[in-house]
């Protein structure tokens, strides 16, 4: 009894913060980005598929990155039908954000010079889920997770947080978790990756306020995507009821 008590109190903590996070930022003017050119990670499928679409229907120039080329074709094509404007554009590229900085920074300048435009707001959705108990969890696992949740963020926002504090404008989101904000039975090494985010994105926005970057942290809850049905295989059975 104990112990279920303990998971509808921490059930109801995540609730509240995530309510009171969505009314902050909901209360703030929303930026025009028609005719703005908007680079989203993880761009192929899932969260980042529908930022990239939604975007398009906001009038922007989308660039969607991720690995796999194969979904990146099948998601261009999709997004095209959300164009409002002839001459709007939607590229996308195959980058492992993952590798180095050295490897994302060249590809982010190929990108913007292709496009003819710098990157005015940069969506971070690129990520995955990996879960078990600590000890369950192999190292190998536990590295996998912060280089492609944590540094293949980390990577790309670096790129852009020179160039943005330098024009004095531009925006950054950078998609987190729930499981930022608390740690989680079955997410050990994942809410580690997701907590790196957080702090990141905590610290960015007292570093570049003062020069008109506006820094957007995202908590979404469970969503269904692929990356969360692949999720599901491997969360144990008290992760589940808690999530």
Request: net charge neutral; glycine share 8%.
């Given at each position: 009894?104990?112990?279920?008590?303990?998971?509808?109190?921490?059930?109801?903590?995540?609730?509240?913060?995530?309510?009171?996070?969505?009314?902050?930022?909901?209360?703030?003017?929303?930026?025009?980005?028609?005719?703005?050119?908007?680079?989203?990670?993880?761009?192929?499928s899932g969260i980042g598929l529908w930022a990239a679409a939604e975007c398009v229907?906001?009038?922007?120039?989308?660039?969607?990155?991720?690995?796999?080329?194969?979904?990146?074709?099948?998601?261009?094509?999709?997004?095209?039908?959300?164009?409002?404007?002839?001459?709007?554009?939607?590229?996308?590229?195959?980058?492992?954000?993952?590798?180095?900085?050295?490897?994302?920074?060249?590809?982010?300048?190929?990108?913007?010079?292709?496009?003819?435009?710098?990157?005015?707001?940069?969506?971070?959705?690129?990520?995955?889920?990996?879960?078990?108990?600590?000890?369950?969890?192999?190292?190998?696992?536990?590295?996998?997770?912060?280089?492609?949740?944590?540094?293949?963020?980390?990577?790309?926002?670096r790129y852009v947080l020179a160039k943005m504090k330098a024009a004095k404008e531009?925006?950054?989101?950078?998609?987190?978790?729930?499981?930022?904000?608390?740690?989680?039975?079955?997410?050990?090494?994942?809410?580690?990756?997701?907590?790196?985010?957080?702090?990141?994105?905590?610290?960015?926005?007292?570093?570049?306020?003062?020069?008109?970057?506006?820094?957007t942290l995202a908590l979404p809850t469970d969503t269904d995507t692929p990356g969360?049905?692949?999720?599901?295989?491997?969360?144990?059975?008290?992760?589940?009821?808690?999530?």
């Amino acid at each position: 009894m104990e112990h279920q008590t303990e998971i509808i109190l921490t059930v109801l903590g995540i609730a509240f913060v995530h309510g009171l996070v969505f009314y902050l930022v909901s209360r703030k003017p929303r930026t025009n980005i028609r005719g703005r050119h908007v680079l989203v990670t993880g761009g192929s499928s899932g969260i980042g598929l529908w930022a990239a679409a939604e975007c398009v229907r906001l009038g922007a120039n989308v660039t969607i990155v991720a690995r796999n080329v194969k979904l990146l074709e099948k998601a261009k094509e999709q997004l095209l039908g959300y164009k409002t404007r002839e001459d709007q554009r939607i590229e996308y590229r195959s980058v492992d954000l993952a590798k180095s900085y050295d490897s994302v920074e060249s590809a982010l300048k190929e990108i913007e010079q292709s496009s003819g435009q710098p990157i005015f707001m940069l969506v971070n959705c690129a990520g995955m889920a990996i879960c078990g108990t600590v000890e369950d969890t192999t190292p190998e696992d536990a590295r996998l997770l912060m280089d492609v949740n944590y540094f293949a963020t980390f990577f790309p926002t670096r790129y852009v947080l020179a160039k943005m504090k330098a024009a004095k404008e531009g925006i950054i989101v950078i998609t987190a978790s729930q499981a930022a904000l608390v740690g989680i039975y079955g997410y050990g090494a994942y809410a580690a990756s997701k907590f790196a985010l957080r702090g990141l994105a905590e610290t960015i926005a007292m570093e570049a306020k003062h020069r008109g970057v506006t820094v957007t942290l995202a908590l979404p809850t469970d969503t269904d995507t692929p990356g969360f049905e692949r999720e599901n295989q491997s969360k144990p059975e008290e992760t589940k009821i808690i999530s």
